[in-house]
């Protein structure tokens, strides 16, 4: 006879190797390029760095991308060649040939290792070229894939206003998504519409989304009377949003904790600590958290949830009872498991490649309550795992779906386990109520390609392979 193991009363957590088994940090350039449209990106590194640019962002190749290379040679890296005349020659041609309103340089792990300083060397550059430029390390030494775009804030944070242009008080709609809510009304429509607004403390949300995503979350603050005040990051850099001491800021991703942190220390702004617009039960309790702290009842919000998820029936039938392993890659595991046992899954373990507790907490305790409420065991979180012992856990485990970085994801399929590229989770547009089911899609598509494969009978050929 055997007995039931008692189930521990809190999330366990643990950390293995110390080492990040992620994508590189610098592909943030790829979504940050996109959202910043004035803006030109400088990743100054290696030939590897540049090869590895090409093939994360080949397809947008044709689209004349505002970034840049610029690769360190021999002469650089043994100190024959002066870094500051080389970067002014790249940063005068970057003016002349595109004239951005920011160049942003991107740190890697080469001039972390040669101790290029890029923080020096930036101020006095900035004042001769007239162009402001910021720099943010993304090296894979020190952060981990999604980790990038964390820098990159943290630096643009600094750079915001702190207060509004003396011309542009009559413009306090100077952030983008603002003049895209008003475009074609009139000022009496725009007079009353401010008028819906509760009477609050200036609110900024930060983190890089798609712009329809920007505004279906705006419009979602809207509908509760919260105004949102602006975004970081803006459309374009002379759009940053103003933050003065004691304005609210709020984060849209869980891996913004450094830019959290700057704006909490050296903007002394507010942080509200909620869980993340991730899926219909995160969208909730994130909106739910930002009315509470400025004593606003929210209104409809559980008829809204309760729509999306009866939306979402035909996917919830193909995961509910099955179960996902997280390996961990971009720092959206928890958010992600937590939706997924929302959504009537187990999960074992998930893997992440670095917490911040801190930042993390409203996301934590969601997902302890929603592991409760769904009667299933937690999961154990894994700081920095090892991908040997995982590897192990999953042959072990036998879980139905692993969502994996790419390098381990065709060994996985060749032993008969189905997996999902984690990268896949960061290009999509997964926030919000209204794309919870973009992220079922992502999640079903390997189960729902077995099914197919099961019904023409070529599983059993799988198998056989898999032997082999």
């Not at 060397?121 to 004042?127: D, G, H, Q, R, V």
């Not at 930060?206 to 509760?224: A, H, R, W």
Request: some cysteine; proline content about 6%.
């Amino acid at each position: 006879m055997t007995v039931a193991q008692p189930q521990p009363e809190g999330l366990t957590f643990e950390c293995e190797t110390g080492n990040y088994h992620t994508f590189c940090p610098i592909s943030c350039v790829a979504w940050l390029y996109q959202k910043i449209e004035d803006s030109f990106f400088l990743v100054i590194g290696t030939k590897t760095c540049g090869y590895f640019l090409q093939n994360a962002m080949g397809v947008m190749i044709f689209a004349e991308p505002r970034y840049a290379m610029a690769e360190l040679e021999e002469g650089d890296i043994s100190a024959k060649l002066n870094d500051y005349d080389e970067l002014k020659r790249l940063c005068l041609q970057i003016k002349r040939d595109r004239n951005p309103s920011v160049i942003i340089w991107i740190g890697t792990c080469t001039t972390e290792i040669i101790k290029t300083d890029l923080e020096g060397l930036a101020p006095k550059l900035e004042s001769e070229i007239g162009i402001p430029i910021v720099v943010a390390r993304a090296n894979g030494l020190d952060y981990a894939f999604t980790q990038g775009e964390d820098t990159v804030l943290a630096a643009m944070a600094a750079r915001c206003p702190d207060k509004a242009p003396v011309a542009e008080t009559e413009k306090n709609e100077r952030n983008a998504i603002q003049k895209l809510l008003n475009f074609g009304k009139q000022k009496e429509d725009v007079a009353q519409e401010e008028s819906e607004y509760a009477n609050h403390p200036p609110l900024v949300l930060f983190g890089s989304l798609p712009d329809p995503v920007v505004t279906n979350l705006t419009l979602e603050l809207k509908k509760q009377g919260i105004k949102v005040s602006g975004w970081l990051p803006a459309k374009r850099y002379t759009e940053l949003p103003v933050l003065e001491e004691g304005y609210y800021v709020a984060g849209v991703n869980p891996f913004l904790s450094r830019t959290a942190t700057t704006l909490m220390r050296r903007r002394k702004c507010k942080l509200i600590g909620a869980p993340f617009p991730i899926g219909p039960d995160g969208t909730r309790a994130w909106i739910e958290k930002i009315c509470s702290v400025f004593n606003i009842e929210p209104q409809g919000l559980d008829e809204r949830e309760a729509q999306i998820w009866a939306s979402m029936e035909d996917y919830l039938q193909i995961v509910r009872g099955k179960s996902v392993f997280f390996m961990g890659d971009n720092l959206l595991e928890v958010s992600l498991g937590r939706f997924l046992i929302r959504c009537g899954m187990t999960c074992p373990e998930i893997g992440i490649p670095y917490m911040d507790k801190r930042y993390q907490d409203a996301e934590l305790k969601l997902l302890e309550k929603t592991c409760h409420e769904m009667g299933v065991p937690l999961p154990t979180i894994v700081e920095k795992p090892d991908n040997y012992n995982q590897i192990q856990r999953i042959y072990e485990l036998k879980p139905d779906l692993v969502i994996t970085g790419m390098a381990h994801a065709n060994p996985l399929e060749a032993r008969g386990i189905n997996t999902k590229w984690s990268v896949e989770f960061t290009f999509a547009q997964m926030h919000g109520f209204t794309n919870a089911r973009d992220i079922l899609e992502l999640v079903t598509r390997p189960l729902r390609r077995n099914n197919s494969l099961k019904d023409l009978g070529w599983d059993k050929l799988v198998k056989e392979d898999a032997k082999v």
